[in-house]
């Protein structure tokens, strides 16, 4: 016998399923640096990635079911190769991209029984950082137009958190990817997480043409590693500088303290005399 489930329970249901799915995955961290955007996740595969080239400027990164992202990737390549080769190459843009997947994501969640457990972000670097474009797109087709940074998948609220804690505008790459790395390791106290175990891509606004570029696990190391000798040596700098300002370099005073004063106090004493001269020579002249 046929039962009835409301639309309201339907769409709770389906809502539900797809958050638990996104969940179970690994989170993906996008954010803003100086030169471009950075994309970063949490993915040891060399294959099967989760950040890919959409168009010149363009990039995208998803998590979820890989077949299912997978499948919105070469929809939005095939979108932009015609429209750009239709058109013009500068009418393929983020916006238009994200929403044609809002489309497509909303169909599927309202019709079928069976919604995408994906989460994606299509992301355009524009030529400074006030003009840069991320879109963040969820499982039933809404858009949301993000600035600075995203965490999605995982435990996106606690990596969420990290970047709001951490992030700070205009960054260089090294820092940027070390905020980035320690937002995913928020999720687990105890896991550190190794170059060779990220996947790493950028959308650098000073190259030319194709702006997009993975960065290979010795790179990424390299970035790392910088990030980390970072920290410190600022950390130094603001003592010295603190130690200068509170008092003089001991290599200084060491100098001041061997070199003896004493055949020139005669000479301050003698001041005062010569001082006390004209006074008598103006009495002599009386």
């Known amino acids: 016998m046929p039962f009835y489930v409301s639309p309201e329970q339907q769409m709770k249901d389906k809502a539900d399923y797809a958050r638990k799915g996104i969940a179970r995955g690994r989170s993906v961290v996008v954010l803003q640096y100086d030169d471009g955007i950075l994309f970063v996740a949490d993915n040891p595969s060399r294959a099967l990635h989760k950040i890919s080239e959409i168009y010149d400027r363009i990039a995208f990164a998803a998590v979820g079911k890989y077949n299912e992202f997978e499948n919105l990737r070469l929809g939005g390549v095939r979108y932009a190769d015609i429209n750009g080769y239709q058109y013009d190459r500068r009418d393929v843009t983020a916006r238009g991209l994200a929403n044609v997947y809002a489309q497509s994501l909303g169909t599927i969640f309202t019709e079928t029984n069976k919604p995408y457990e994906v989460e994606i972000v299509v992301a355009e670097v524009g030529d400074a950082a006030e003009t840069d474009q991320i879109y963040r797109l969820t499982f039933d087709g809404s858009v949301a137009d993000e600035h600075g940074y995203v965490a999605m998948g995982g435990q996106a609220e606690a990596v969420a958190q990290s970047l709001k804690d951490g992030y700070h505008e205009g960054s260089s790459l090294g820092a940027a990817l070390g905020t980035a790395v320690r937002a995913l390791e928020a999720q687990d106290s105890e896991r550190r997480l190794e170059a060779t175990s990220l996947e790493v891509a950028v959308l650098d606004r000073n190259r030319e043409h194709r702006l997009f570029k993975r960065l290979t696990a010795a790179r990424i190391g390299d970035l790392l590693s910088s990030a980390d000798e970072g920290a410190p040596a600022t950390a130094e700098g603001v003592e010295d500088a603190g130690g200068a300002g509170a008092s003089p370099d001991p290599g200084a005073d060491d ?22 001269g004209p006074k008598d020579a103006g009495k002599d002249e009386d």
């Open 255 to 276: 100098d001041l303290l061997d070199l003896p004063d004493l055949p020139e106090s005669p000479k301050s004493a003698e001041g005062p005399k010569d001082a006390e």
